[in-house]
T-cell receptor, first 112, second 113 residues
């Protein structure tokens, strides 16, 4: 059981570069989420997709875009990376959003 | 803004002792969940308690929920060195059209062998 798979695990970007973080789940979950984790801040929700074909903003969406490619995959795009986007990014999925969430192992992103 | 706030921010105990972490939240909830995060790893779901439940057990874990005080506690009994991790409470709002989990800032637990 792979659960939630995130790629890449590590990335260094220069300011202004773009990149896409990939996330895939194999549990047939309906809901998927992107969080960022900064020291001392806990996890903050960037975007989520309650079901295939829908996406909504979370608490900190500025500078990001998402695509729910199909039921399995939910990608996060940084169009023009900024140092403030240096963080650890976690993808998660849940059957409905009400139950427990399954998290990926994270992507550690540094923007220089 | 963060929904939950854990207390204490850091806790250090001896192996075999009990560890208690508290969480307060701001709005009405559908349920409250606790997660563990080992250093450099993803979060792992530990236990979920619904808003109409007051106490729940899972192995060495005991969770209580007081909706009148908007607070919860997580008790880990007979702690082990392997319990060393950060623990987060997270809430699901009630009444929303769709559901998201909102996290607190976490309690860092160190269990000394």
């Amino acid at each position: 059981n792979a659960g939630v798979t995130q790629t890449p695990k590590f990335q260094v970007l220069k300011t202004g570069q773009s990149m896409t973080l990939q996330c895939a789940q194999d549990m047939n979950h309906n809901s998927m989420y992107w969080y960022r984790q900064d020291p001392g801040m806990g996890l903050r929700l960037i975007y989520y997709s309650a079901s295939e074909g829908t996406t909504d903003k979370g608490e900190v969406p500025n500078g990001y875009n998402v695509s729910r490619l199909n039921k399995r995959e939910f990608s996060l795009r940084l169009e023009s990376a900024a140092p403030s986007q240096t963080s650890v990014y976690f993808c998660a999925s849940s059957e409905t959003g009400l139950g427990g969430y399954t998290f990926g192992s994270g992507t550690r992103l540094t923007v220089v | 803004s963060q929904q939950g706030e854990e207390d204490p921010q850091a806790l250090s105990i001896q192996e075999g002792e009990n560890a208690t972490m508290n969480c307060s939240y701001k709005t009405s909830i559908n349920n409250l969940q606790w997660y563990r995060q080992n250093s450099g790893r993803g979060l792992v779901h530990l236990i979920l308690i619904r808003s109409n439940e007051r106490e729940k057990h899972s192995g060495r874990l005991r969770v209580t929920l007081d909706t009148s005080k908007k607070s919860s506690s997580l008790l880990i009994t007979a702690s082990r060195a392997a319990d060393t991790a950060s623990y987060f409470c997270a809430t699901v709002y009630s009444g929303a059209g769709s559901y998201q989990l909102t996290f607190g800032k976490g309690t860092k637990l160190s269990v000394i062998p």
